[in-house]
């Protein structure tokens, strides 16, 4: 099992909890993004910097994940590929993505992106706050405990 990180957009905070975790559980992990990713220095812990480009770093991510892995993203087309591939997706908020839910968010996301285009303001995420932070390391301890003894 191997955790991937969509480290582009993905808040400081989640990837410090990471970090914590996949030296607890001795769980190798991966931070891909197309610009410099610092981690701590641990053999378990690495970034792969992708080129700039659309999907650059989701297309590495999914031609490099492995049925059971876990991969940490805000991209909902990216959960879906990880999904089809039987991947376990979450994002930094710890809303577990899933078969029975990703084609309700893809779709609300297309929604969402066509109102965009015609010009209505559909504003931007809530603000991040302690009780997401909560929630990813509740999923994340979840997801951990069943998968990684």
Not at 102 to 130: A, C, H, W, Y
């Amino acid at each position: 099992m191997h955790i991937w990180v969509d480290a582009d957009a993905c808040p400081k905070v989640i990837k410090e909890i990471l970090f914590r975790a996949a030296e607890r559980k001795n769980v190798s992990m991966t931070l891909v993004a197309n610009q410099y990713m610092a981690t701590p220095p641990s053999p378990l812990i690495n970034a792969v910097q992708v080129p700039q480009g659309f999907d650059v770093a989701d297309n590495h991510i999914v031609a490099k994940l492995e049925e059971g892995d876990l991969v940490v993203t805000q991209d909902i087309p990216l959960a879906s590929e990880v999904i089809d591939k039987k991947g376990v997706a979450i994002n930094p908020r710890g809303e577990l993505y899933t078969p029975e839910n990703i084609k309700q968010r893809l779709s609300m996301r297309d929604f969402m992106e066509t109102l965009r285009n015609s010009g209505v303001d559909t504003g931007g995420p809530n603000t991040f706050n302690q009780s997401d932070r909560q929630a990813f390391a509740n999923q994340l301890d979840r997801f951990l405990a069943k998968n990684c003894g």
